[in-house]
C-alpha cells in the first residue's frame, strides 16, 4: 500500500506540470517515426527486409514505443542523486526501499504520459491499420505478456544497479548513457536484432539488454523462435541480474556517506 | 523516570576518505592521473548511553561530529568501528521492527512533498508505518493542535514559512508514535517564536509521551530549554556528558555583577572588584568569582554609587565558547 500511495502522490504531482508531460511524449516519439521512415526508404520496392515487412517495422516500432512507456522506468538518475545529494537519508531509516520508491515515481509520470500517449498511439495504428498485423492465439498473448512484465522487471533491476553505483562513482549519468546505447544496440530499439550483424546477435545472446525488448515484442510479432526457453532465459537473467544488484547494494551502503544535515 | 537503556555507544569510530586536491588547472590534471587521499576522523573513540525518556543535548561546532553519530544512531551511515545498540538493534541492519519506534528530523534534509500539501505526505507516512487509522486519526488531531498547523494544512508545502514547513515535519516524524526520537538542528532558521514553540512541543511530547529524544543544535537555548543532559564533542571526540547544572557547577567559575550606579563610575576602578567585561557611563558588567561573589558585591555596594545591581550566572554559550570550542 505504501509504494501505491507513493504511486498516487507522484501523479498528483505530475498533474501539476502538464506542458512537461506533452513535450516529453513528442520527444518520445520522434525516433520510432524516423525510425519507421528509415526502414521503409530501405524497403524501397521489396516486400520485405530480414523476414520484416513493412507491418512488421511499423508494428515493432509501435510495440517499442508501447513498451518503452511500460517497461522501461528510467530511474537510474535519480537513485544516483539521492545517493550523491545524500536524499537517501530521510528514507534510508524508514520501512520504506528507496530503491522501489525512485521506481514507483518513475512509473507513476511514466503510466500519465503513457495516459495521454494512447490517443496519439491509436491515431498512428488507426493510419497503418491495413499494415499493422498482430494474429495470436490465446497462450501466445499470455506469454507476450509475461514476456513484457519480464522485461520490466528486468529493465528496473538494471536501472537500480546502475543507479547505485553512484556508491563509487558519485555521477553516474556516463554509465547510464552507455547502458540506454546497449539498449538501443543489443536491446534492440533501434533495430530489430535479427538484422544486426551476426557478431552484434551473438554478443546480444549473452546481455540483459536483449530480454527486455526484443524477446517481449519478437512475440508479439509472432517471431519468437521459442517462447518458453526465452522466458527461461528472461527468469535466469532476472535472478543473476538481482543477485549482482543485492551484493552492489550491501557493499554500496557500507560506503555511502549521507551528505548533509 | 524508567532506567532502562536504549542507546548504548561504544568506542565509536568514524573515518572518511576524501580525496585531496590543490588549487589550479594542472593540480587538477594531476589528480586524473595520480589522485590524493587523506582521512577524516569526524568521529573519533565515543562512548556513552542513553535512558529511557531522557532529552539530551548534543553540543559541538561544525564539523564536530554530532550528525555523523545522529547518522550511525540512526543506520544511515556504518561505523568504521565500535558498536552501537539502539533499543536492542543494530540500525545498520535496517530491521523493519526497529525502524518503526525510530525517528530522524533533519533541518536540512525535508520528507514532505514539494508541491503537495502536508497531509499528502502524513498519509503516506500512515502507510509506511502501518498506523492504524484510530492511531493516525488520535495522532493527527493531538500534533496538529499542539503546533498549531490546521489553517495550513491544506496548502502546498512550497508555499509554507520554514517554521510552517519544520512543525509538519515533526508531525510527520511522530504519527507513528516513535520511541525515540532523532532531532538535527530543528530550529535551524527558525523566529524566536516558532523555536520556543517547538521547544515547548518537544518537552511535552517527551513528558507525555515518554519519547526518549537526542537532539543536535547550534542554538545554546534550544538545548538549555528541553534538555538536563548534554553531551558535548568536538574534532570528533567527546568533550563532556552529564548534567548541565553538573557543567556550570564545574567550568561556570565566574557569576556577573550587573550594575547600574547613580552617577558615571570610571571602569579602572571598578578593576578591584573583578574583571570588567563591559563599561559604559553608568552601567558595568563585571566577571568574579563564583566563590566569593557574595563578597564582591558587597565591596561594590560599599565603595560605589551602586542603584541597582543583579548578579547573573555565565550563560551556557559562553562556558562553551570559553573552554570547549578550541
Excluded at chain 1, 521506481?103 to 497503418?128: C, D, G, H, N
Amino acid at each position: 500500500m505504501k509504494y501505491w500511495r507513493t504511486f498516487l502522490l507522484t501523479i498528483q504531482t505530475e498533474l501539476q506540470y502538464r506542458a512537461n508531460l506533452v513535450l516529453w511524449i513528442i520527444e518520445g516519439a520522434i525516433a520510432p517515426v524516423v525510425m519507421v521512415l528509415a526502414w521503409f526508404v530501405v524497403l524501397g520496392n521489396r516486400s520485405e527486409v530480414g523476414g520484416y515487412t513493412r507491418g512488421d517495422f511499423i508494428t515493432y516500432y509501435l510495440a517499442v514505443t508501447f513498451g518503452w512507456y511500460v517497461v522501461a522506468g528510467t530511474f537510474s538518475q535519480m537513485i544516483g542523486r539521492a545517493i550523491k545529494m545524500g536524499e537517501m537519508n530521510i528514507t534510508l531509516v524508514k520501512p520504506y526501499n528507496v530503491v522501489l520508491e525512485k521506481m514507483v515515481r518513475e512509473q507513476a509520470w511514466k503510466f500519465i504520459s503513457l495516459l495521454i500517449a494512447l490517443p496519439i498511439l491509436a491515431v498512428v495504428t488507426y493510419m497503418f491499420r491495413s499494415y499493422v498485423t498482430v494474429s495470436l492465439s490465446g497462450v501466445q498473448i499470455f506469454m507476450t505478456m509475461v514476456s513484457f512484465a519480464l522485461g520490466a522487471i528486468l529493465f528496473a533491476i538494471i536501472e537500480a544497479t546502475i543507479g547505485i553505483l553512484a556508491f563509487w562513482f558519485v555521477e553516474i549519468w556516463p554509465i547510464a548513457d552507455t547502458s540506454m546505447a546497449c539498449m538501443n544496440v543489443f536491446g534492440g530499439m533501434l533495430a530489430p536484432l535479427t538484422l544486426m550483424p551476426i557478431f552484434f546477435q551473438r554478443v546480444a545472446a549473452y546481455l540483459p539488454f536483449k530480454y527486455v525488448f526484443f524477446v517481449p515484442v519478437s512475440m508479439l510479432l509472432g517471431k519468437g523462435d521459442n517462447a518458453s526457453f526465452e522466458l527461461g532465459l528472461q527468469v535466469i537473467f532476472i535472478v543473476v541480474c538481482f543477485g549482482i544488484y543485492s551484493l552492489i547494494w550491501r557493499a554500496g551502503l557500507k560506503r555511502y556517506e549521507g551528505i548533509g544535515g | 523516570m524508567a532506567e532502562k537503556t536504549v542507546i548504548s555507544v561504544n568506542h565509536l569510530q568514524k573515518y572518511f576518505t576524501v580525496p585531496e586536491k590543490t588549487a589550479g588547472f594542472s593540480a587538477s590534471l594531476r589528480s586524473l592521473v595520480h589522485r590524493k587521499y587523506k582521512t577524516v576522523k569526524a568521529v573519533d573513540d565515543v562512548t556513552f548511553s542513553i535512558r529511557e525518556g531522557e532529552i539530551v543535548g548534543f553540543l559541538g561546532p561544525n564539523g564536530a561530529g554530532k550528525t555523523t553519530t545522529l547518522k550511525m544512531l540512526t543506520g544511515i551511515l556504518y561505523p568504521t568501528n565500535g558498536t552501537v545498540d539502539v533499543l536492542g538493534h543494530i540500525p545498520q541492519k535496517h530491521e523493519k521492527v526497529f525502524q518503526k519506534q525510530i525517528s530522524l528530523v533533519m533541518g536540512q534534509k525535508n520528507q514532505l512533498w514539494w508541491d503537495l500539501p502536508a497531509t499528502d505526505a502524513f498519509l503516506l507516512n500512515k502507510e509506511i508505518y502501518g498506523i492504524s487509522d484510530a492511531t493516525y486519526n488520535k495522532a493527527f488531531a493531538e500534533l496538529t493542535e499542539l503546533l498549531g498547523v490546521a489553517p495550513v494544512l491544506a496548502t502546498p508545502v512550497r508555499k509554507l514559512s520554514l517554521g510552517q514547513r519544520m512543525k509538519c515535519e515533526l508531525i510527520a516524524a511522530l504519527l507513528h508514535e516513535p520511541k525515540i526520537l532523532f532531532l538535527d538542528e530543528p530550529t535551524i532558521g527558525l523566529d524566536v517564536a516558532t523555536q520556543k514553540r517547538v521547544r515547548e512541543f518537544l518537552i511535552k511530547i517527551n513528558r507525555e509521551r515518554g519519547t526518549t529524544i537526542m537532539l543536535t543544535s547550534h542554538y545554546m537555548e534550544d538545548v538549555e530549554a528541553v534538555s538536563s543532559r548534554v553531551i558535548m564533542i568536538n574534532h570528533g571526540h567527546k568533550l563532556y556528558d552529564g548534567t548541565i547544572a553538573k557543567l556550570m557547577a564545574t567550568y561556570a567559575k565566574d557569576k556577573y555583577l550587573m550594575v547600574e550606579f547613580s552617577k558615571p563610575v570610571q571602569s579602572t576602578r571598578l578593576a578591584e572588584v573583578g574583571e570588567v567585561v563591559s563599561s559604559r557611563e553608568t552601567r558595568a558588567t563585571i566577571a568574579v568569582p563564583r566563590k566569593d561573589h557574595a563578597k564582591r558585591a558587597a565591596l561594590l555596594l560599599t565603595r560605589f554609587p551602586v542603584e541597582n545591581l543583579d548578579i547573573k550566572e555565565m550563560k551556557l554559550e559562553d562556558v562553551i565558547l570559553e573552554h570547549f570550542s578550541k
